[in-house]
């Protein structure tokens, strides 16, 4: 309860947003799939990713994530976002003694379209906030089918 107001906080469980556990076909959504996903946008990423020092292992790399807190940037009027509007807020800084190749990160910014368009729909069917969104096939299809986020989505990386 909220002291002051004497009333349930509007993102409180008991407020009927909570949709139980998700399906498992959706526990191994990844943070960008979300984000995706996501009615509204609250923060901004930036992934660090330093090259390995060790020569038997040229491709492997260690880092981190940050996500930086915003105002609400957007909420969105269709989805999912589409891929310019998700990598606007990705960075990537890369350092190592090499150009930074997209194809080495691994699945660290992948998303599959199928699995995007379905949790759409699950969330059109079992989350009151997702039932008035229209859905947009023709966004989804600027996704790939099983990759890293779309390049062409500028995805902004930066070598150091």
């Given at each position: 309860?909220?002291?002051?107001?004497?009333?349930?906080?509007?993102?409180?469980?008991?407020?009927?947003?909570?949709?139980?556990q998700f399906p498992d076909m959706f526990t191994d959504l990844t943070?960008?799939?979300?984000?995706?996903?996501?009615?509204?946008?609250?923060?901004?990423?930036?992934?660090?990713?330093?090259?390995?020092?060790?020569?038997?292992?040229?491709?492997?790399?260690?880092?981190?994530?940050?996500a930086h807190d915003m105002n609400i940037v957007s909420t969105?009027?269709?989805?999912?976002?589409?891929?310019?509007?998700?990598?606007?807020?990705?960075?990537?800084?890369?350092?190592?003694?090499?150009?930074?190749?997209?194809?080495?990160?691994?699945?660290?910014?992948?998303?599959?379209?199928?699995?995007?368009?379905?949790?759409?729909?699950?969330?059109?069917?079992?989350?009151?906030?997702?039932?008035?969104?229209?859905?947009?096939?023709?966004?989804?299809?600027?996704?790939?089918?099983?990759?890293?986020?779309?390049?062409?989505?500028?995805?902004?990386?930066?070598?150091?």
């Amino acid at each position: 309860m909220d002291l002051s107001k004497e009333k349930i906080p509007c993102f409180a469980l008991t407020n009927g947003l909570y949709c139980s556990q998700f399906p498992d076909m959706f526990t191994d959504l990844t943070w960008v799939e979300e984000k995706i996903c996501a009615i509204y946008c609250t923060t901004a990423h930036i992934t660090c990713l330093f090259h390995s020092a060790d020569l038997s292992q040229p491709k492997v790399f260690h880092g981190n994530t940050c996500a930086h807190d915003m105002n609400i940037v957007s909420t969105a009027s269709v989805l999912p976002c589409t891929p310019t509007d998700v990598t606007g807020l990705l960075s990537v800084v890369f350092v190592g003694p090499s150009k930074f190749n997209p194809k080495q990160l691994g699945t660290i910014f992948h998303v599959c379209k199928a699995k995007i368009w379905a949790f759409l729909l699950w969330l059109k069917h079992h989350n009151r906030l997702y039932a008035k969104i229209p859905l947009d096939v023709n966004i989804v299809t600027l996704y790939p089918d099983n990759n890293i986020i779309p390049e062409n989505g500028c995805l902004r990386s930066r070598h150091c």
